[in-house]
Nanobody, 113 residues
Framework: QVQLVESGGGLVQPGGSLRLSCAAS????????MRWYRQAPGKEREFVAH????????NYADSVKGRFTISRDNAKNTVFLQMNSLKPEDTAVYYC??????WGQGTQVTVSS
């Protein structure tokens, strides 16, 4: 059974940090490039960050470049998103995605004072 389970979301003040995790099971994680997407209320789901299967290549949406870092641990079947200098506009449900097949259920991130 394929599963992608996100965790690490929550409420944080502007300027704060969070680290999201996405634990994969039921498929060969190291064969898949991974992405994070997010969806704010009333908006379409948008791309946040991408990492290659090996972790050797990453890219980011302009809105998060320099603040967010995607990484992965293939030995632990987990992808991470380190989010620093958070802004209220980062508030959204964050999803991990194994290209081009599997989605997680999402984790809520709320940035508010």
């Amino acid at each position: 059974q394929v599963q992608l389970v996100e965790s690490g979301g929550g409420l944080v003040q502007p300027g704060g940090s969070l680290r999201l995790s996405c634990a994969a099971s039921g498929f060969i994680f190291s064969n898949y490039a991974m992405r994070w997407y997010r969806q704010a209320p009333g908006k379409e789901r948008e791309f946040v960050a991408h990492i290659s299967w090996s972790g050797g290549s990453t890219n980011y949406a302009d809105s998060v470049k320099g603040r967010f870092t995607i990484s992965r641990d293939n030995a632990k079947n987990t992808v991470f998103l380190q989010m620093n200098s958070l802004k209220p506009e980062d508030t959204a449900v964050y999803y991990c995605y194994a290209l081009s097949r599997y989605w997680g259920q999402g984790t809520q991130v709320t940035v508010s004072s």
